[in-house]
């Protein structure tokens, strides 16, 4: 961000210093008239304001002065047009002859954070630009002599173009009322604010009124042209700069963050930006980070732990109380902002909805630890049912079929020696040994199928359908081993759950069974022909899944309208959820407010 920001205002600085290049080339081609150093004052005058605005939009992103200023710069190169010798542009210059003396106004009212504060300041700024627009035109539009080759000529009326006159007065009450809202505002400035603002108020007043002033008095002090156009340059040029100056300064930057911030504290608009943004816009470092103090450590917005900078990392850190206790921290560059009195401020103003959003960040991280547990717990006892089932086929299940060949053995030797009471019992032996193997193997099924284990969640839901005596639809879009182990083993409890449901209850006579991995994850359906009225309540079996989806992060949906079938839907995440790295412990700030360097 701060690299698209740097981009878009060196572009900016390119197209003001080109525009104002090909003034400069316009004016000198064909003039025969005053020396071209006079002529391009408008131009070096607009590059003065547009340079003075892109160092405070750089400085300052969120602050529309620099926005303002660079509006101001692109006025007076406009305005600068009149003088040169193409009837258009000429025009275009006498439309914009007046509008960098709005802007002063515009200015004045919305510093320091930019923004027009009140309705009245917005009515002013209104006029002014009005005032600037409207107030030239009776003279181009009805006075041939001033119209460029009849561009905007549209009658030649004296009366009318006297009207010009008329609104001079008007323009002086826009000023007139600018200034007692800047007086307002001193009134209520701090101490150490008057100090500054009383001086800059009064220079910019004075630069938006002595342009007219000079015209009046050029009779009364005997000031030739040249004389005093190169004064009203000299008082305008000084605007931008003492704007700029000013505006970047600590204590009115820390005027205007507050305002800003103050600004977003108020709004309820549903769109507003985070937190974390309004600080990172207000304090101009598009990096800045919001943590919140949770026990010993640190998390952000969600819940999520974060670790706070470490030496030489070029970031600094300021923390932020409430009612005496840490309750988070602001993390930002060092190196865009040196003083972090700026940063403590923002702190103190945002304190209360930091807190609110700490409390709501702890939430979030004690929703995911628990969540987290949930799941070790799950995989421990996955992990345990897998266990269990191996050790069940390859340990006792491998000894019964041992027993079982040893005990046919001494059925055909007793059979060879002719004692049939020995046969009897050893062929008895055998079949019970037969019988007691195929409940092992249906207890190893119950607790994970050996096909799941071994050829994953295809091959076992495959399995799992060609023993059902019910004619059943599959559909199966999955990859083999590409899922976790917890998920696998989730979708087939599903669909076995499913199936076995609607086998015992439905009364269905045909049953269907999908399963898709897709990008999203993984999506489950078992539905039946059946009576319906099924409910996830009406058992353990499926609130036993529900619990279980959800600690994978995943939700399962049953609809069983009464008579109309049964539809149990299952999602699943494709991955599992990331292990819970523990909270980074709080350490101290290596010097609240400093770098973090060593």
Request: hydrophobic content about 50%; charged content about 20%.
């Amino acid at each position: 961000m701060v690299g698209s920001l740097r981009l878009g205002l060196v572009l900016l600085g390119a197209a003001v210093a080109v525009l104002g290049g090909v003034e400069i080339a316009l004016l000198a081609f064909g003039n025969a008239g005053p020396p071209l150093w006079l002529l391009t004052g408008f131009t070096e005058l607009g590059w003065t304001y547009a340079a003075a605005g892109l160092v405070a939009w750089w400085r300052r992103p969120s602050n529309r002065l620099g926005a303002i200023l660079l509006v101001g710069g692109l006025s007076w190169i406009g305005a600068g047009l009149v003088n040169t010798t193409v009837a258009v542009l000429i025009a275009a210059g006498q439309v914009l002859a007046t509008v960098p003396l709005a802007v002063v106004v515009h200015l004045l009212l919305a510093f320091p954070s930019g923004r027009l504060r009140s309705r009245a300041s917005r009515i002013v700024v209104a006029a002014a630009y009005a005032i600037a627009l409207v107030g030239p035109a009776p003279q181009y539009l009805f006075t041939p002599a001033v119209a460029p080759d009849g561009l905007l000529f549209v009658a030649d009326r004296p009366d009318l173009a006297a009207l010009s006159g008329w609104l001079s007065p008007v323009g002086g009450v826009a000023m007139l009322a600018a200034a007692v809202i800047l007086g307002a505002r001193l009134r209520h400035a701090p101490r150490a604010g008057r100090r500054v603002l009383a001086p800059l108020y009064a220079y910019g007043v004075l630069a938006a009124v002595f342009v007219p002033a000079t015209a009046w008095a050029r009779d009364l002090l005997g000031l030739g042209p040249e004389l005093r156009f190169v004064l009203q340059l000299v008082v305008l040029a000084g605007v931008p700069v003492a704007f700029a100056l000013v505006l970047l300064r600590g204590g009115f930057a820390r005027t205007g963050q507050i305002e800003e911030l103050g600004a977003w504290l108020g709004s309820v608009e549903a769109a507003r930006p985070t937190l974390e943004q309004a600080l990172a816009d207000t304090l101009g470092d598009p990096s800045l980070r919001l943590v919140f103090r949770v026990g010993e450590g640190y998390v952000d917005a969600e819940g999520a732990p974060a670790a706070l900078p470490r030496p030489g990392s070029g970031r600094a850190v300021v923390e932020i109380d409430q009612a005496g206790a840490a309750v988070g921290a602001i993390v930002y560059d060092a190196s865009l902002i040196a003083d972090p009195e700026p940063v403590r401020a923002a702190g103190r103003v945002v304190g209360i909805a930091v807190e609110a959003q700490r409390l709501t960040a702890e939430l979030r991280a004690s929703r995911d630890a628990l969540r987290r547990s949930r799941l070790r717990l799950v995989e421990a006892a996955d992990q345990e049912r897998r266990r269990i089932a191996q050790n069940l086929h390859d340990g006792l299940q491998v000894q019964l079929v041992l027993l079982a060949l040893d005990a046919a053995q001494v059925a055909k030797s007793a059979d060879d020696a002719a004692d049939p009471t020995t046969r009897d019992a050893a062929t008895a032996l055998r079949i019970g040994i037969d019988d007691a193997a195929a409940a092992l193997r249906r207890t190893v099924h119950d607790v994970l199928p050996a096909t799941l284990i071994e050829r994953g969640l295809a091959t076992a839901v495959e399995d799992l359908v060609d023993r059902l005596p019910l004619p059943t639809d599959l559909q199966l879009s999955v990859a083999d081993r590409t899922l976790p182990a917890a998920v696998e083993a989730t979708a087939y409890f599903v669909v076995a759950e499913g199936l076995a449901n609607a086998f015992k209850h439905s009364r269905a006579r045909r049953l269907a069974v999908r399963v898709t991995h897709h990008d999203r994850g993984l999506e489950i359906e078992v539905g039946d022909d059946g009576i319906g009225g099924a409910s996830l309540e009406a058992g353990t079996g499926l609130r036993g899944l529900a619990d279980r989806l959800d600690v994978l992060g995943g939700r399962l949906v049953l609809h069983s309208p009464t008579g109309a079938g049964t539809r149990l839907l299952a999602h699943l995440p494709g991955t599992d959820p990331p292990p819970a790295p523990p909270l980074p412990r709080a350490q101290p700030p290596h010097g609240t407010g400093s770098p973090c360097a060593s």
